[in-house]
């Protein structure tokens, strides 16, 4: 009797943030390019009209809100799923596993924000901008370390993203609880009453993503309505989305959470944020000197994204792993977790999406917040490369 030969089984499909980590940096250099080309825009002939541009009326809202409030609140869509996704079925499902990125997380937020009050100590009306420097942006840090070649350790990607990943947990709220305008009580209610049926349509089963997608529209309306920030609907749909986890079977293909994270990752990384980083990185440099370069806004985003984040991140994970409460990302060294340290102070998206509320109908401020967030980003980008790309040489290559 001949053998049946064995059956192949079919590869797990990966979650949109896994797939991330064995990826090339596609994502990361799209949203870079983006970002010089607002710039390049923003101080070449077409500097007028891109401006004007962004200020048109379309409808209710300008161009501008339209990407920060609509678009945007996709993007916070994706990472709710992530946040939803990680935490129930991921890498941050046991509070051992949450323990190093999350005292991490934590450190380099305060750190980011006690720099940025201390640069800003001595003039109160910048002091709202505190959070501007707390995020970090998980697209460009990923994209940096996959640049940097295989040799980092997979710990380290890990590591690094679920660090990220508690970090936008922190930015949301952070968002929700500090940069809310004038509420309409009338609005909220209305809003928490959509939630509920969402949650409802959750409990009795219901996987199709249609009837989701239309109430989640209608809560972006109604939040976007209320005071809150719209994007914040973004996340409470994400929440409401199923995820079925089952032992074995982490990344079930039929899952209406991955289903609807693997169809927005691409638009996500390749469309929304690079038009929200067009749309929000440009700005004018010409007549600029040391004078605004030290400004206070610019000099507090900066110092806050480069010198605060790895400073908090660095001694967040030395503290862990010095009173025992966690370990050391496996096969990585010191010098691995110092450059990932210095990568976290890259945080374009978030921060430029923290700075346009902080400072929103404030020219001068906007601007300077941009300045201090592109220095910042970029010293932190080149260092953090550099550090890694040295670790990196002085670990053997995978025979």
Same mark, same amino acid.
């Given at each position: 009797?001949?053998?049946?030969?064995?059956?192949?089984? %079919?590869? %797990?499909?990966?979650?949109?943030?896994?797939?991330?980590?064995?990826?090339?940096?596609? #994502?990361?250099?799209?949203?870079?390019?983006?970002?010089?080309?607002a710039?390049?825009?923003?101080?070449?002939?077409?500097?007028?009209?891109?401006?004007?541009?962004?200020?048109?009326?379309? #409808?209710p809202?300008?161009l501008?809100?339209?990407?920060?409030?609509?678009?945007?609140?996709?993007?916070?869509?994706?990472?709710?799923?992530?946040?939803?996704?990680?935490?129930?079925?991921?890498?941050?499902?046991?509070?051992?596993?949450?323990?190093?990125?999350?005292?991490?997380?934590?450190?380099?937020?305060?750190?980011?924000?006690?720099?940025?009050?201390?640069?800003?100590?001595?003039?109160?009306?910048?002091? %709202? !901008?505190?959070?501007?420097?707390?995020?970090?942006?998980?697209?460009?840090a990923? #994209?940096?370390?996959?640049?940097? !070649?295989?040799?980092?350790?997979?710990?380290?990607?890990?590591?690094?993203?679920?660090?990220?990943?508690?970090?936008?947990?922190?930015?949301?709220?952070?968002?929700?609880?500090?940069?809310?305008? &004038?509420?309409?009580?009338?609005?909220?209610?209305?809003?928490?009453?959509?939630?509920?049926?969402?949650? *409802?349509?959750n409990?009795?089963?219901?996987?199709?993503?249609?009837?989701?997608?239309?109430? !989640?529209?209608?809560?972006?309306?109604?939040?976007?309505?209320?005071?809150?920030?719209a994007?914040?609907?973004?996340?409470?749909?994400?929440?409401?989305?199923?995820?079925?986890?089952?032992?074995?079977?982490?990344?079930?293909?039929?899952?209406?959470?991955?289903?609807?994270?693997?169809?927005?990752q691409?638009?996500?990384?390749?469309?929304?944020?690079?038009?929200? !980083?067009?749309?929000?990185?440009?700005?004018?440099?010409?007549?600029?000197?040391?004078? &605004?370069?030290?400004?206070?806004?610019?000099? @507090?985003?900066?110092? @806050?994204?480069?010198? @605060?984040?790895?400073?908090?991140?660095?001694?967040?994970?030395?503290?862990?792993?010095?009173?025992?409460?966690?370990?050391?990302?496996?096969?990585?060294?010191?010098?691995?977790?110092?450059?990932?340290?210095?990568?976290?102070?890259i945080?374009? *998206?978030?921060?430029?999406?923290?700075?346009?509320?902080a400072?929103?109908?404030?020219?001068?401020?906007?601007?300077e *917040?941009?300045?201090?967030?592109?220095?910042?980003?970029?010293?932190? *980008?080149?260092?953090?490369?550099?550090?890694?790309s040295?670790?990196? %040489?002085?670990?053997?290559?995978?025979?």
């Amino acid at each position: 009797m001949i053998a049946s030969p064995p059956v192949r089984r %079919r590869p %797990r499909p990966l979650s949109a943030l896994r797939s991330l980590l064995s990826s090339s940096a596609g #994502g990361g250099v799209v949203l870079m390019a983006s970002a010089v080309l607002a710039l390049i825009v923003a101080n070449g002939p077409l500097g007028g009209l891109y401006a004007h541009a962004l200020h048109v009326e379309i #409808g209710p809202l300008s161009l501008l809100h339209w990407i920060n409030d609509g678009l945007m609140a996709v993007f916070f869509l994706l990472v709710g799923l992530e946040i939803k996704r990680e935490i129930l079925d991921g890498n941050l499902r046991t509070w051992p596993d949450r323990m190093l990125p999350g005292i991490a997380a934590l450190g380099g937020m305060i750190a980011p924000a006690l720099v940025y009050a201390a640069a800003n100590w001595h003039t109160p009306a910048t002091l %709202r !901008g505190w959070a501007i420097p707390a995020a970090t942006d998980i697209a460009f840090a990923l #994209g940096v370390l996959a640049l940097v !070649g295989p040799r980092v350790p997979v710990s380290l990607k890990i590591f690094l993203t679920a660090l990220a990943i508690l970090d936008d947990l922190g930015a949301v709220v952070i968002i929700a609880v500090f940069y809310t305008a &004038d509420l309409s009580l009338p609005m909220l209610g209305l809003a928490a009453a959509v939630l509920a049926m969402l949650i *409802t349509l959750n409990k009795v089963g219901l996987r199709r993503l249609g009837p989701y997608l239309i109430l !989640g529209f209608v809560l972006w309306l109604l939040v976007l309505r209320s005071g809150l920030h719209a994007t914040i609907a973004g996340v409470l749909l994400a929440l409401a989305i199923p995820l079925r986890p089952s032992p074995g079977r982490p990344d079930d293909a039929a899952s209406p959470l991955h289903v609807l994270e693997h169809a927005l990752q691409p638009w996500v990384a390749y469309a929304i944020v690079p038009i929200f !980083g067009f749309a929000n990185a440009g700005v004018s440099v010409g007549g600029l000197g040391l004078k &605004d370069l030290l400004a206070p806004v610019t000099l @507090g985003v900066a110092a @806050g994204l480069f010198v @605060g984040k790895q400073i908090g991140v660095f001694g967040g994970v030395w503290l862990a792993v010095r009173l025992g409460l966690a370990q050391k990302p496996a096969g990585a060294t010191w010098q691995h977790v110092y450059g990932v340290a210095l990568l976290c102070g890259i945080g374009f *998206t978030m921060s430029l999406f923290i700075g346009a509320l902080a400072f929103a109908g404030q020219p001068v401020l906007e601007a300077e *917040t941009k300045l201090g967030v592109l220095a910042g980003s970029l010293l932190s *980008t080149l260092v953090g490369a550099l550090v890694l790309s040295s670790a990196a %040489r002085k670990v053997p290559a995978p025979a």
